[in-house]
């Protein structure tokens, strides 16, 4: 298998824990190229951590984490465990780029100047054709005029769609959304899953980890609900929407649908 058809991300028998308490139990999780991952479950069933592990934001305990093929070395063991090589996290981190549900902009940096410092400073990349990229994603999101605001200048929803531009502006191979419209209220809300079902069509990797069942229905390409660190249950939409199979996931879609 090439890096051209392995997954993106691939993650086999996964443990994570803080301290004594045990996050992952086990997780087995394949995002191939150009399919839409969506990560659902209760508050503290282990989404956002197995989103941050898988993007070496946070360190796993036990299990391999490929990517495109190639395996994180690592050094140690249990919570000792720690990644071997700082180039390999930092090259492959950079083909990651992750949306925050806070959407963490620099507050003294305009908008487009947001979207351009990782390019520029982290890799390395020529400013004049970093800006003409960042002003067509930044376009491409909707908020194009807003390039010379300040992020304290534009609502909820508008500082998401420049938290996503400017993952788009690494050129990516996957992108990866915590919570990406759980800030928001319910207007803010559509404007950006608008622009992530936009992403979507143009067969863009990505992993979503959201509490939006409409969204995770609608964009996905496969679905896993995790319950208490465990994958629950896991596939196509249409499917685990329409037709669970456990009871547990019963009851959490019944309980989303109430609310």
């Given at each position: 298998?090439?890096?051209?058809?392995?997954?993106?991300?691939?993650?086999?028998?996964?443990?994570?824990?803080?301290?004594?308490?045990?996050?992952?139990?086990?997780?087995?999780?394949?995002?191939?190229?150009?399919h839409?991952?969506?990560?659902?479950?209760?508050?503290?069933?282990?989404?956002?951590?197995?989103l941050?592990c898988?993007?070496?934001l946070?360190?796993?305990?036990?299990?391999?984490i490929?990517?495109?093929?190639?395996?994180?070395?690592w050094?140690?063991?249990?919570?000792?465990?720690h990644?071997?090589?700082?180039a390999?996290?930092?090259?492959?981190?950079?083909?990651?780029?992750?949306v925050?549900?806070?959407?963490?902009?620099?507050?003294?940096?305009?908008?487009?100047?947001?979207?351009?410092?990782?390019?520029?400073?982290?890799?390395?990349?020529?400013r004049?054709?970093?800006?003409?990229r960042a002003?067509?994603?930044?376009?491409?999101?909707?908020?194009?005029?807003?390039?010379d605001?300040?992020?304290?200048?534009?609502?909820?929803?508008?500082?998401?769609?420049?938290?996503?531009?400017?993952?788009?502006?690494?050129?990516?191979?996957?992108?990866?959304?915590?919570?990406?419209?759980?800030?928001?209220?319910?207007?803010?809300?559509?404007?950006?899953v608008?622009?992530?079902?936009?992403?979507?069509?143009?067969?863009?990797?990505?992993?979503?980890?959201?509490?939006?069942?409409?969204?995770?229905?609608?964009?996905?390409?496969?679905?896993?609900?995790?319950?208490?660190?465990?994958?629950?249950?896991?596939?196509?939409?249409?499917?685990?929407?329409?037709?669970?199979?456990?009871?547990?996931?019963?009851?959490?879609?019944?309980?989303?649908?109430?609310?």
């Open positions: 298998m090439t890096a051209n058809d392995a997954p993106v991300i691939e993650i086999r028998n996964l443990h994570k824990s803080f301290g004594n308490l045990e996050v992952l139990k086990g997780i087995d999780m394949t995002a191939p190229k150009g839409v991952l969506s990560l659902i479950g209760s508050s503290g069933s282990g989404k956002s951590t197995l941050r898988a993007n070496l946070e360190d796993s305990q036990d299990g391999e490929l990517f495109e093929g190639e395996p994180i070395s050094r140690g063991a249990g919570l000792s465990r990644p071997a090589d700082k390999q996290v930092t090259r492959i981190r950079t083909n990651l780029s992750m925050f549900q806070q959407f963490n902009l620099w507050a003294h940096m305009t908008i487009l100047q947001n979207v351009m410092e990782a390019p520029v400073t982290v890799l390395g990349r020529d004049a054709e970093v800006e003409a002003r067509d994603y930044l376009a491409k999101v909707g908020i194009g005029d807003k390039c605001a300040y992020p304290a200048e534009l609502s909820g929803g508008q500082q998401q769609r420049a938290a996503i531009a400017r993952a788009l502006c690494m050129e990516p191979r996957a992108l990866l959304f915590d919570e990406p419209t759980s800030a928001l209220d319910p207007e803010l809300e559509q404007e950006v608008r622009v992530i079902k936009a992403l979507a069509e143009e067969g863009r990797t990505m992993l979503i980890v959201t509490h939006d069942m409409a969204l995770a229905r609608d964009v996905s390409d496969h679905v896993m609900f995790l319950h208490q660190g465990r994958i629950e249950e896991e596939g196509r939409p249409d499917t685990l929407f329409g037709a669970p199979k456990t009871d547990r996931l019963r009851q959490f879609l019944s309980h989303v649908q109430a609310a």
